[in-house]
């Protein structure tokens, strides 16, 4: 068997506690048997937090996995005084700084692979991110990370990867701003939407869904990108999450065929606006925009900003600025509710939008 924690530390990474399992189970750092015991016996006769040397023994905890909480009170009994002693006068090294050594699992996992007790005691005393020494890396987790290399060659990715592994990537469009602006909306008209299914068009690598999937909205992603879609499911397995995640040409098709009508919402983000740099493509929007109105009972939709450049009055009649849009929403397309929800971080106004349901 290897000794992954002897093995020199790969990559260093600061990884939230929720993030990190016990060493072979599918439990958290949070649910693990350490954290367990600590709470159990914190309040009894002896508190385990109490010194710095006691947060660094394993074999206290070692013991609480096996059940023998008698010998733990023994051993604390005959040892405690003499071991604090031995600390104080500096014959040991405090590890509770130290990095706790970890591998990457093929599915993307984060498993301790030393140093449980520690990693128990500092969650215990409150901290919520921990450093870690990435030990050992799955061949098969390297090749998803060539994988995301290949489609930009270089550490770039579109839209974010929740996962410390990326965290020194760098990101073009994060877009957190715009998820928490939908998540708001969508809660604040729950009982007026019905619980049906929330379509992403242009989902990328599927961080909007997951992101509403972890809110609660049942979610599908769609995408006209085979390796988006591929990176998507991947990270459903990285994620423990269950998405739909479809790639399709056509995204309208995909809306106009349902026909048990459960589209709840459909957000259309820094997509349709691509069509509008080409002349002669306005008609195609308008009906792109009728079509999920139609379908769903909310619609969100952004609108390119003329001044960006990206598009140009030289190659559309729709409107490109905030004021204008919403009016063409209403008297174009005809929904009868429009709610200005603000403008994202590139600029970009963001609209909901309804046929069915009545905001302001």
């Not at 604090?84 to 692979?113: C, H, L, Q, W, Y």
Request: net charge neutral.
């Amino acid at each position: 068997m290897l000794l992954f924690h002897k093995m020199p530390t790969i990559k260093t990474l600061q990884v939230p506690v929720h993030l990190l399992f016990a060493e072979g189970s599918n439990l958290t750092l949070p649910e693990s048997p350490f954290v367990d015991f600590l709470q159990r016996y914190r309040n009894k006769d002896f508190d385990v937090n109490s010194h710095p040397y006691v947060k660094s023994v394993e074999y206290a905890c070692k013991l609480a996995q096996h059940g023998k909480p008698d010998v733990i009170r023994q051993w604390v009994k005959d040892t405690l005084d003499h071991d604090i002693e031995t600390f104080e006068k500096g014959r040991f090294k405090d590890p509770s700084s130290k990095e706790i050594p970890v591998r990457i699992k093929a599915n993307g996992a984060i498993e301790m692979i030393d140093a449980h007790h520690r990693a128990a005691m500092r969650f215990l005393d409150g901290e919520r991110v921990l450093p870690v020494g990435i030990k050992h890396v799955s061949p098969a987790w390297l090749a998803f990370e060539r994988t995301l290399i290949a489609a930009s060659g270089e550490k770039i990715l579109y839209s974010p990867i929740e996962h410390p592994w990326f965290d020194d990537w760098k990101v073009i469009r994060r877009g957190n701003e715009r998820e928490r602006i939908l998540i708001d909306f969508l809660r604040e008209m729950r009982s007026e939407i019905p619980s049906f299914v929330h379509y992403d068009i242009g989902c990328c690598t599927g961080h909007l869904c997951r992101q509403l999937k972890r809110a609660g909205v049942a979610v599908h992603g769609l995408d006209n990108r085979e390796d988006h879609i591929h990176i998507a499911d991947t990270l459903n397995l990285v994620f423990g999450l269950d998405i739909p995640f479809y790639r399709h040409d056509d995204f309208l098709q995909v809306l106009v065929d349902d026909s048990y009508n459960s589209i709840g919402s459909v957000s259309c983000l820094s997509v349709l606006h691509h069509w509008l740099n080409t002349p002669g493509n306005d008609e195609r929007y308008l009906a792109a925009v009728q079509t999920m109105a139609e379908k769903a009972w909310v619609v969100f939709i952004d609108q390119v900003n003329e001044k960006q450049g990206f598009v140009t009055k030289a190659t559309t009649k729709i409107p490109l600025n905030k004021e204008e849009y919403e009016r063409w929403l209403r008297n174009e397309v005809g929904f009868g509710s429009v709610r200005y929800l603000g403008t994202h971080h590139w600029g970009r106004p963001l609209f909901a939008c309804s046929k069915k349901v009545t905001f302001k």
